[in-house]
């Protein structure tokens, strides 16, 4: 008892002896240093007293070493504190970091319209591209000018037209990702939550999905949704089979403007002058005239035209110099209008070719002309004219095209050529390339200049070249069994005449005989016609087949269609109250499920006995309803945590408030 009541004592004794000898070497070294300023001299003093407190606390299981020393009016001399150590050891670092180590990726959520919007770029950009590409098919289907040489596009237009229409469709399939993002994502935020089976499905190749959602639990409720949701991406997809047709769809022809100048002959009706016949051409040479002329170089052929009840007869300018295939000119020509009427004639007699359409004046000579020709193959002409039309009468001699089986009747033809017209005319010419191969292809009229002389100069002309104005005409064929060339546009196979298509053929027949009396008799004038040389020009002419075009508009049509219904997909983003971006980027990101289900004790806690199960085995784990959104636990800390939980532990997040 005696020694624990010295060390008592003595343990008494011990903050004295401390404090007296402390004090005097504070006053020496304040007499050393001079007085300090109050505020240094408070700053000092506290730090004082906290390391003396701190040492009192430390050392309580040393009681008799613990001193009380009062320094609120002792000066004394600022002291540095001593260096830091960082005395903790590996542990508890490691728990130190892992207490606070969130703080460094705590982010703020803060969803916009605009932050909306841009995750719709997709959709909109798919909307605008297919807009855009409808319209381009639209213009190319009417005709387009490029500025680039025909060959040349044509060698790359097809692939450039493939590459576009592939991209098109993989933004479309982009835009529909989003939509299903945001409409998934809405769900899970939901109240009521969602299977995260969706964050799967979404991140699956479009052909996958269909797979995907069928090895689902015939149990799962979301089955159903995602097996019938699987074939619009599988729509998008198969539209690319089409996109081949309609790059081969489009082609292009070389185009120039008038840039050269060509020799041509005009036939001209002087008034100065009268028609003059020249006895060429003559009914012979025109009849291989038809063997290589086209339809389309004469005119407009009701022969070759469906639904025009006449034909249109034009005579082109002359070309007089060498060009290239699909070269064209400009100048002046003639054009007329033909329209023939066929009867059969109830015999060979002038009252019956009266009746049946031959000019009473005309008929006993025309009669005789027939029978000349016996039975042989061949026609009579009968010219005559007014002030603005020609007639012309034929009575076809060796087909058998009326009457019965014992009396065979002539058909007779009664054609007038009127509105006879001066006009501009365009003409094109093609050519294997050889001067002598060179031959009219199409003719164009432009514009009308004057009205012509029927009377006087057309007239004279279809009576020179006919040898009339009544005579006949013999028209073997060139190959045995066949037609005549010049009667080749009445027969459907070039054997015998169709008395269904017998006007209409007859009509073609006067378009070439109008051009040869035109050559014949009317005054010729050398001079030069403006020339379209495609060898110089480095424009082409864009055109769409119609095949082309429609499965252009089939295809855009649709995406079109996906894309709108995609973008109407988003009105759930913006009319919902809370922030739903992190249920969003679940569907889209695969880590950050990942991240999400594996901090998850509900949803990882059973995962660590999947390591080598099949794919559809994890998803089926997985397959149970959720809400992505803020734990319970953190609704009264300063920053909230995001997790995938049963919706009971889930609360909506909140703009503004700060998550890990």
Known sequence: MSRGGATSAASQDEPNTMASEVSPLITEESALLGPKPVSAREETRQKLSERLRETSVHSRKEPSRVATIDLTNQPFKELKPPPQRNHLGKGASLSQASLYGHANHVREISETWTTIVFKMRWCLMAIVINIGLIAIAEAVHRKVLVNMDSHTFEMYCGVAVEVIFLLCNEITNWGLDEAAACVFGYLLSSREGFSP??????????????????HLSLTSPSRKILTRISFIWILVELLKILTPFVAISIRAEAHADYNDYGNCIYFIQDSSLKPYDRGWPTMFTEGGVSEYVFGSSLGIMRSEVAGENLTTAIFPPTLISPLNDGDTIIGMGFSAEIQSKCRCATGVSASAFTRAGIDASQAQQVVDKFKELGSDPGLTFGVTHTNDSVIVSNAFSGYNLCGGYRKVLPLVCSTTISNHQSLMVEIEFMTDGTTASIAPNIVNPLYTISSADTETWLSFGMTQLVDGPVSNLLTPPTVPGSLAPILWWTSPNLIGIDRAIVEAGVETMYAILFKAAIQRTYTAMGTSCPRKNSQKSHSSEVVMFTSGYYVTLLILSIQLLISLLSMTAFAFWFMSTTPIGPAVRATQESVYLMTLVSASPSFGGGLYEL????????????????????????????????VVERATLVRPLKNGRGYY
Do not use: H
């Open 611 to 642: 390591c080598n199960a099949e794919t559809y085995a994890i998803w089926q784990k997985l397959d149970t309803r959720c809400r992505i959104g803020e734990s319970v636990r953190t609704l009264n800390e300063e920053r909230g945590k995001i």
């Open 197 to 214: 089976v969706v964050c799967g499905y979404l991140q699956t190749g479009p052909m996958a999905k269909l797979g995907f959602a069928q």
